[in-house]
């Protein structure tokens, strides 16, 4: 298993931007599919991106297509999240999630697929 790091989450305006950052450190870290879930209070976890491993084919929601960008750096062994034009309703806490197996395609994430997780970083967007 890898284990996940996350960091850059924070109090950000409406219509503002923020990077999101995972470090990965224990096994090989171009061997897995990276994702970014989150979750608000009271709702549940949704999947927002995904980039796969074997051929970097990505996936966004709906929620977040053309707004947020899922990107990787294998030799800092980190997936960013790169969120722009954001909304409150993008506040949540967000995950980073690998599986070694998963393909990112356009029939959207599950929580179940990921074997890997960080512990989450919490961003507030306000209006």
């Known amino acids: 298993q890898v284990q996940l790091v996350e960091s850059g989450g924070g109090l950000v305006q409406s219509g503002g931007s923020l990077r999101l950052s995972c470090a990965a450190s224990g096994s090989v870290f171009n061997f897995y599919t990276m994702a970014w879930f989150r979750q608000a209070p009271g709702q549940e976890r949704e999947g927002v991106a995904c980039i796969s491993s074997s051929d970097g084919s990505t996936y966004y929601s709906d929620s977040v297509k053309g707004r947020f960008t899922i990107s990787t750096d294998n030799a800092k062994n980190t997936v960013y999240l790169q969120m722009g034009a954001l909304k409150p309703e993008d506040t949540a806490a967000y995950y980073c999630?690998?599986?070694?197996?998963?393909?990112?395609?356009?029939?959207?994430?599950?929580?179940?697929?990921?074997?890997?997780w960080g512990q989450g970083t919490q961003v507030t967007v306000s209006s």
């Open positions: 999630a690998a599986d070694p197996d998963y393909y990112c395609s356009e029939n959207g994430l599950s929580s179940g697929d990921f074997g890997s």
